[in-house]
């Protein structure tokens, strides 16, 4: 969530950095309702101000000589009695514009880092560095993932569907091994990096999902629970952030690095026809998740410590890579600079997305409420939360029986 008072002070600035966005944000009406929430806070606090000095001065008055019941006294009575009416009129009026005022601002996507390349979208993303060209097959037949994994009785999506629909798969004896042992190895690599390893609930509520920005704009994205507030997870970025919603941490406990694995829910609404076949884009998937809540003053180091941690595991599986830096127009909602790393698949000769890794700087932290106290220092301060796959284990194993696998006959 943006901070009101920097889009009060910064107009220009904030509509401008929205703007590269590539889409429609208007502030105006934010600010114009914040103009008439200050407004009626001010009329407010001056008649609450009458009201305490009424209250105040009929007993003075009365312990001066006035009568309870004469002119004067009730005269004051029947002043407090419309001040208080008046009191309340205004507090309904605020609390309207209050949940306008919150509709509107949670609308709004985080603001991009002054360091993020400009773009309209991922043509404009730019590359980084690439790794392990020593490592693309030189073999052009080599079959899809889905292929290889038919044809070794690993993989199998015609009884998923069975079982549920389509863009699901059911993986048998050493595909549900070699899943499994990408698991351990992702999160033992990561613990091993410093991160303390969470097993969180992966049924999530609305203020949770709320919390990390996945709501309200990704609604149709979700699957929820038709009789409870209970959504399934998309990713564990939300339950490892929410572990710490609404509390104040010690600078001392900063940094915190967690690691989950869970499994993973999307409709990928507007992707059809895109990826029906394989592993790449399923409506359930694993995924071992980076989690990072950081000092301010750090979190872009932080970030580029997380994009190590991610490469990491590519680099020891000797599956080749690029890093990608993400334009303006094509960064995730809450992200305010985010690197993703594209793994190559030989059969389709491109790279494919297999670990994002952002920084959200304080939006989710202002979201949840996640503060924290320095030392010394008055008052409290909105932490820095990171995110980043640590890997996408599906797309992982795409891309170990693509890189690995022999020529064979189509």
Request: aromatic residues 6%.
């Amino acid at each position: 969530m943006l901070d009101i008072k920097q889009i009060r002070e910064n107009p220009q600035l904030i509509q401008e950095r929205l703007n590269s966005r590539g889409n429609s944000y208007d502030i105006q009406p934010l600010l114009e309702l914040n103009q008439q929430q200050r407004e009626l806070e001010a009329q407010r606090t001056q008649l609450q101000a009458r009201s305490n000095e009424i209250a105040k001065l009929i007993p003075e008055k009365i312990k001066s000589g006035s009568e309870p019941k004469g002119s004067e006294i009730m005269a004051l009575r029947s002043e407090g009695s419309s001040v208080k009416a008046e009191i309340g009129n205004i507090e309904t009026q605020e609390k309207e514009i209050i949940s306008q005022i919150n509709t509107l601002v949670m609308a709004f996507p985080n603001l991009p880092s002054e360091s993020t390349p400009s773009g309209k979208n991922e043509d404009e993303n730019v590359e980084v560095r690439c790794w392990g060209d020593d490592y693309i097959p030189q073999n052009t037949e080599i079959l899809p993932h889905w292929e290889i994994g038919e044809k070794l009785g690993i993989l199998n999506t015609e009884r998923a569907v069975k079982i549920a629909q389509s863009r699901f798969v059911a993986l048998i004896g050493a595909g549900a091994a070699l899943e499994r042992a990408l698991i351990q190895f992702m999160l033992d690599r990561q613990v091993a990096a410093g991160y303390v390893e969470i097993i969180p609930p992966v049924l999530i509520n609305t203020e949770s999902l709320t919390a990390t920005g996945q709501l309200p704009k990704f609604a149709e994205e979700s699957f929820k629970c038709a009789n409870d507030d209970l959504w399934l997870s998309p990713t564990a970025e939300v339950p490892v952030t929410n572990l710490y919603r609404g509390e104040i941490l010690s600078d001392e406990d900063l940094p915190i690095y967690h690691c989950a694995y869970t499994p993973c829910f999307r409709r990928e609404a507007g992707s059809y026809g895109r990826d029906m076949r394989g592993l790449i884009r399923l409506h359930q998937f694993n995924k071992v998740e980076m989690v990072k809540f950081v000092h301010p003053d750090n979190s872009f180091a932080e970030l580029e410590k997380m994009v190590g941690n991610a490469e990491a595991i590519l680099q020891e599986l000797n599956l080749p890579y690029r890093v990608i830096e993400l334009c303006t127009g094509d960064l995730g909602f809450s992200a305010t600079k985010t690197y993703d790393l594209d793994v190559w698949l030989p059969s389709s000769g491109k790279y494919r997305e297999i670990s994002s890794c952002s920084n959200c700087l304080d939006f989710q932290a202002r979201r949840g409420n996640i503060r924290f106290k320095e030392k010394g220092k008055k008052g409290t301060q909105f932490v820095h939360t990171l995110n980043g796959s640590g890997l996408a284990v599906g797309r992982t194993m795409a891309a170990v029986l693509e890189i690995t696998s022999n020529p064979m006959e189509r």
